[in-house]
């Protein structure tokens, strides 16, 4: 039911720092699918790494369910407040802020926990954080702290001087979407894929996805979903990838339309003949699996090499890599794709670049 033009809703929604602007484009067309209109609408980052606001005249279960359809994000938050710190001051201050705030959701019978995360230096621990933060909410809403069986979860983030506390609407992060009977050590998450195949662009129903670094099959799952029609082809060139990929696809009903093979990603048109795929979109591994032996600017080299000749001319390539300036180095000396977009993203702290490629004529 809408609201009346007064009631607005405000929401914060979470993604890695970095696709921020993507989590506002997808919000914005969820938005005016649902019927709202750009004007009644707002969604902006929330000055806050990896935060977006988005408010509209909804109730707020309403616009809740609107953020739990998005793809491009972990957590779905209510904010409660933000603040600049002062140096010295922060846990007073933290104390003071949380003894003033109202939490709706809690009082005597509802448990809470506070989740603190911190990034920046001070000379105090998250631990104490989430101590101050847990107390001060004690005191004022009554509500008993239950770190395991929590009915709120409240978020205590502090970057450098700037806090917000936000209570999260969701539980598991909403990037875990896909069963994975077959786990590998690191694998992408969904939300990344969502933003990895959005700067590809869509190709077209009967068009032909590549990933050749498969994996888990994390972009193969995603796109089986955001792209149907699309014809996906994931490659490895451990077997254990070859049949857990697969068996992953079986799991959540995604394997209709897609093929996994095996191939080295140095030597794909052996396997996989020349031209046929309109888009690449991948993530080669990072420096931690691949061990320190290993010379990236050789190893993109030879993966541009052999990705070109499988990709068609008017094709686009998305490549998640580690070393940003060895792939950098490695396009501009192979010669035949260009840059058309790149971007940092920080991925647990660590900072990956996103490229999307074109072939040159
Ligand atoms: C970073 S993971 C990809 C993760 C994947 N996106 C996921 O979500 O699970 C890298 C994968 O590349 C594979 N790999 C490494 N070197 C390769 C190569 N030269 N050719 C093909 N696959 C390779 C590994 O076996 C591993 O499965």
Known sequence: MRAAMTDIARLHLTTHPGLEDIVVAEFRERAAAA????????????????RVEVAAPLEEPELVALARSMRSIHHVLRPVLKLELEPGR?????????????????????????????????????????????AAVQAKTGAPVDLE?????IRVDLVERDLAVAVQLTREPLSRRFAKPYEQRVSLKADMAYAMLRLAGYP????????????????????????PGVIRVGSDFDPRAVEGAWRNLVANRLEEGARIVRADARRLAEELGEGGFARIVTNPPFGRVIGRGIHFFEFYLRML???????????????????????????????????????????????????????RE
């Open 204 to 227: 077209g129903p009967g068009a032909k996805l590549l990933d050749p670094f498969c994996g888990t099959g994390t972009i193969l799952l995603e796109a089986g979903e955001v792209w």
């Open 149 to 153: 069986r929590f009915d709120v979860e």
């Open 305 to 359: 090499a052999s990705a070109r000749r499988v990709l068609a001319p008017w094709g686009r390539m998305v490549v998640l890599a580690q070393r940003r300036d060895a792939l950098r180095a490695a396009v501009e000396h192979h010669g035949h794709f260009r840059i058309v977009h790149a971007r940092v993203v920080d991925m647990s702290r660590l900072f990956v670049g996103l490229f999307v490629l074109a072939p």
């Open 90 to 134: 922060e846990l007073a201050q933290l104390d003071a802020a949380l003894r003033a705030a109202e939490i709706p959701e809690l009082g005597p019978e509802t448990s809470f926990r506070i989740t603190p995360t911190r990034h920046g230096t001070h000379d105090f621990t998250s631990m104490d954080m989430a101590r101050v933060a847990g």
């Open 35 to 50: 019927g709202l209109t750009e004007e009644a609408l707002s969604a902006e980052p929330a000055g806050f790494r990896g």
